[in-house]
């Protein structure tokens, strides 16, 4: 349960039932990681979803650490979340983490994903999300923090 003070932000800054989901790939710090942006987003008033098919945002919180990690998230983001895209354009897909901080320039490539952060940028979440969200009706170019 959110402390009390994050209850009342969460409130405050409900979004629309907007959802999210995070898939965690890789080291331990990354499961602690998740659980921050989390706890970000829940008090930003997103929902959890179920599954990355219902969500509205879906994140790939990475790691360049293990071995095949990184070809884990290239082959999801290249079939799975890519299908998911292309069957609701509005779906929003970020990849977080150290890959994504240290391969940001190649993810922004890839045509399914529209928001790559680092574990610096965690807190900062939900205000790209809604950047992204006001882009979408308009010019919709990928972001990088």
Do not use: H
């Not at 008090?43 to 790939?60: F, K, M, R």
């Not at 609701?88 to 790559?116: F, H, P, T, W, Y």
């Amino acid at each position: 349960m959110l402390p009390e003070y994050l209850q009342i932000e969460r409130e405050k800054n409900r979004q629309q039932d907007k959802s999210y989901f995070i898939e965690t790939y890789g080291c331990q710090m990354n499961v602690a990681d998740s659980e921050i942006v989390e706890t970000v987003l829940d008090s930003a008033g997103y929902q959890t979803a179920l599954d990355a098919e219902s969500a509205d945002v879906v994140l790939l919180n990475t790691c360049a650490i293990r071995e095949g990690a990184e070809q884990k998230i290239w082959n999801k983001l290249n079939s799975r979340l890519w299908a998911m895209k292309k069957k609701d354009n509005s779906k929003v897909v970020g990849v977080l983490g150290c890959m994504a901080e240290r391969l940001k320039d190649k993810m922004l490539e890839n045509k399914v994903v529209d928001l790559v952060a680092g574990p610096d940028a965690y807190r900062d979440i939900p205000r790209l999300l809604k950047i992204l969200d006001s882009d979408k009706t308009s010019d919709e170019q990928p972001m990088n923090v």
